[in-house]
Nanobody, 127 residues
Framework: QLRLVESGGGLVHPGGSLRLSCAASGISAKYAVGWFRQAPGKEREVVSC????????YYTDFAKRRFTISRDNTGDAVYLQMDSLRPEDTAVYYCAASPWHDGTWYYTCPPADHASWGQGIQVTVSS
């Protein structure tokens, strides 16, 4: 069974950086792993994703040029390096994963309703 555990969150000043980690025990070689976030009063949104099958990546517009997703060679961890953080990046960040291929579609981002989820971790950007 897939188990995801996020770490690396916390409080940072505007313009600062954080590196989130998602430890993924039970993950096989071909998974779609994504970072999502949910701010108070807002819907959950995708931030960035990576496929462990072919290392394809996806970034939503606000993450481009500021955030970088990567994974280690073992496939047991996925990282989100966040630079130039802004107050509007404040949210609970979640790691999610699903199989890369469901028999019909190939995924870079895990479909939310079929993914396994971590417990989430708070990121606060404030002066």
């Amino acid at each position: 069974q897939l188990r995801l555990v996020e770490s690396g969150g916390g409080l940072v000043h505007p313009g600062g950086s954080l590196r989130l980690s998602c430890a993924a025990s039970g993950i096989s070689a071909k998974y779609a792993v994504g970072w999502f976030r949910q701010a108070p009063g807002k819907e959950r949104e995708v931030v960035s994703c990576i496929s462990t099958a072919d290392d394809s990546t996806y970034y939503t517009d606000f993450a481009k040029r500021r955030f970088t997703i990567s994974r280690d060679n073992t496939g047991d961890a996925v990282y989100l390096q966040m630079d130039s953080l802004r107050p509007e990046d404040t949210a609970v960040y979640y790691c999610a994963a699903s199989p890369w291929h469901d028999g019909t579609w190939y995924y870079t981002c895990p479909p939310a309703d079929h993914a396994s989820w971590g417990q989430g971790i708070q990121v606060t950007v404030s002066s």
